[in-house]
């Protein structure tokens, strides 16, 4: 079955920089959107960005021009990488990704950003 492993949050200063990856399993990674979102205590889970099998991205705009998401084929990865990181950026970070109508979902990342 599809499975999504997220990896490479941790504690950074403002103004540092993270690399989340998603390791996809049961899915190649290219063939639709992936995606990712965060969830902050008491708020809802939000979009953040996402890349299409052709290669488009969207950002929410609260990242724009700091956040990156792409895709490594051959790894069968999807990567974000968190620039500029800012206090209200931290939460924990989800790969998401439909496949045959159904909704994946990884275990999530924690993202700290604090002095």
């Known amino acids: 079955q599809v499975q999504l492993v997220e990896s490479g949050g941790g504690l950074v200063q403002p103004g540092g920089s993270l690399r989340l990856s998603c390791a996809a399993s049961?899915?190649?990674?290219?063939?639709?959107?992936m995606a990712w979102y965060r969830q902050a205590p008491g708020k809802q889970r939000e979009f953040v960005a996402a890349?299409?099998?052709?290669?488009?991205?969207n950002y929410m705009y609260s990242v724009k021009g700091r956040f990156t998401i792409s895709r490594d084929n051959a790894k069968n990865t999807v990567s974000l990488e968190m620039n500029s990181l800012k206090p209200e950026d931290k939460t924990v970070y989800y790969c998401?990704?439909?496949?045959?109508?159904?909704?994946?979902w990884g275990q999530g990342t924690q993202v700290t950003v604090s002095s």
């Open positions: 998401h990704k439909v496949v045959g109508g159904i909704t994946y």
């Open positions: 890349i299409t099998s052709g290669g488009s991205t």
């Open positions: 049961g899915s190649i990674v290219s063939r639709n959107t």
